[in-house]
């Protein structure tokens, strides 16, 4: 069975541009979660989509945003990037239903660069 | 103060040495607990889920306190590829999950 797969693995972006990232559910998963983790630091919460709604974010401003597919397939865009938005964004999902207490499965992750 | 607190180590031991881990949160409302196994520039893997009553996997064993708002993680017999930062993750009521920035353990022969 696949995991939890993103694309692109690497993305190289200069400040004030737009970044989208993808992520691809365990099949059967409804629930994606989108999570950032600097370098040196800890993942941070951004988002989760259910059944194609946002049902939670983090403390993020509201240029990160994103959207859960029909086939529960998830993009993150971040806009007007920032040099300290450089990370790795984890992409992860869950069967759904409960919320996050459902056990979360992560993907390899996005590593963008900021110029 | 975090709302999960993890110490951050590093914990450097010799194989074959039990070593363990703690994690304090610090909303009493909190559903459900993790941990995560995660190795240099990869993404976190699923360790074990943490019960009230405990929970064993070969040679890991996690723990919930409830009343003392921690969770433990204790691994026996350390082998080499233990060595990876140990990240606890605390879901709270409103639906939120709090991961702790992860304690460090190398193994060493």
């Known amino acids: 069975e696949a995991g939890v797969t993103q694309s692109p693995t690497h993305l190289i972006k200069t400040r004030g541009q737009q970044a989208t990232l993808r992520c691809s559910p365990i099949?059967?998963?409804?629930?994606v979660y989108w999570y950032q983790q600097a370098l040196g630091l800890g993942l941070q919460f951004l988002l989760w989509?259910?059944?194609?709604?946002?049902?939670n974010r983090g403390n993020f401003p509201p240029r990160f945003s994103g959207r859960q597919f029909p086939n529960y397939s998830s993009e993150l865009n971040v806009n007007a990037l920032e040099l300290e938005d450089s990370a790795l964004y984890l992409c992860?999902?869950?069967?759904?239903?409960?919320?996050?207490?459902?056990?979360?499965?992560f993907g390899p992750g996005t590593r963008l660069t900021v110029l | 103060r975090k709302e999960v607190e993890q110490d951050p180590g590093p914990f450097n031991v010799p194989e074959g040495a039990t070593v363990a881990f703690n994690c304090t949160y610090s909303?009493?409302?909190?559903?459900?607990f993790f941990w995560y196994r995660q190795d240099c520039r990869k993404e976190p893997k699923l360790l074990m889920s943490v019960y009230s009553s405990g929970n064993e996997d070969g040679r890991f064993t996690a723990q919930l306190n409830r009343a003392s708002q921690y969770i433990s993680l204790l691994i026996r017999d350390s082998k080499l590829s233990d060595s990876a930062t140990y990240l606890c993750?605390?879901?709270?009521?409103?639906?939120?999950?709090?991961f702790g920035d992860g304690t460090t353990l190398t193994v060493k022969p």
């Open positions: 909303n009493s409302a909190s559903q459900s």
């Open positions: 099949s059967g998963h409804t629930s």
């Open positions: 989509y259910d059944e194609g709604e946002e049902r």
């Open positions: 992860a999902s869950s069967l759904g239903g409960r919320g996050l207490g459902d056990t979360q499965y």
């Open positions: 993750v605390v879901i709270l009521n409103a639906g939120k999950s709090t």
